[in-house]
């Protein structure tokens, strides 16, 4: 008879609502969760917007346990959606998109997303009843207005209640609005319903010196500490050059072990490590 592992312990991290029922999503120690960002819109790319979706996208994200991975901004060019939307879903266990789901003739998503996945394009039943309730006192709806209605087929909504038209989840794929604050929303109600490891976690020493000076020292503590990474980040301020480094861990002591022997080997360089950065 083979060796059998023990299964990967799992932990519990939210309860999703099914059919009236509640689920527990699993949290899996071991396997490392990751996901991908699609950022469409020229105006984007113009420079005319900046865009503050990756940031709140990728804090959340590691709130749940999965990595952010890769980020691409794309066109308002159907082909390019359907080739940044194809790579990224299968590259990564997660595929978050942002904006081109509006009202107006140049929001493609919808229809990019759907022939990726070669699938048709529907009114949602549910969109179309909230989009009508939504619009009932502000002016009514319109053909344009119901447009936010159409999904790939077989899509799932995911609630909006910042404005009247609902998100949108196909599979692993997560179609979400352009605008920052609505997508706050969407992802506040998508909160601990997707399945994820453990959050990373960070701690932050600062220290002047310049970054060049301690590479070798800063290399020997990550490879001594298993289980981190050491990011450094130089700055000029008050006339001299400093580093901020951050490291990181899914494990509270691994980390707080690791702060502690950079700080201590910054000390025996001469140099003071300051707890929280510089």
Request: hydrophobic letters at 40%; one cysteine or more.
């Amino acid at each position: 008879m083979g060796y059998q592992k023990d299964p990967p312990k799992l932990h519990f991290r939210g309860l999703v609502r099914r059919n009236g029922g509640a689920i527990a999503m699993p949290m899996d120690n071991d396997r490392i969760w990751t996901a991908g960002i699609a950022i469409i819109g020229d105006e984007i790319l113009s420079g005319r917007t900046q865009d503050k979706n990756i940031s709140q996208i990728a804090l959340w994200l590691n709130l749940q346990g999965i990595r952010l991975r890769e980020v691409r901004v794309v066109p308002d060019i159907e082909d390019e959606i359907v080739d940044a939307v194809n790579a990224l879903r299968s590259r990564y266990d997660y595929l978050f998109t942002t904006g081109g789901i509006g009202p107006t003739h140049d929001d493609i998503t919808v229809d990019a997303i759907a022939k990726a996945l070669n699938v048709g394009v529907v009114h949602h039943p549910e969109a179309s009843a909230m989009l009508t309730a939504y619009y009932e006192n502000r002016g009514g709806i319109t053909e344009a207005r119901l447009r936010m209605a159409r999904v790939p087929d077989g899509a799932e909504l995911i609630p909006n209640r910042m404005s009247g038209a609902p998100g949108i989840r196909y599979g692993n794929i997560f179609i979400m609005a352009g605008v920052p604050h609505i997508t706050a929303g969407m992802l506040d109600a998508l909160t601990g319903t997707l399945q994820g490891g453990r959050p990373l976690l960070s701690e932050t020493v600062g220290c002047w010196v310049a970054e060049s000076e301690i590479a070798e020292m800063l290399a020997m503590v990550e490879r001594t500490h298993e289980g981190t990474q050491i990011g450094s980040y130089p700055f000029f301020r008050e006339g001299k050059v400093g580093t901020n480094f951050v490291i990181r861990s899914v494990d509270s002591d691994t980390l707080k072990t690791c702060a502690s022997a950079l700080i201590a080997e910054l000390a025996a360089l001469g140099r003071e490590g300051t707890l929280g950065g510089i």
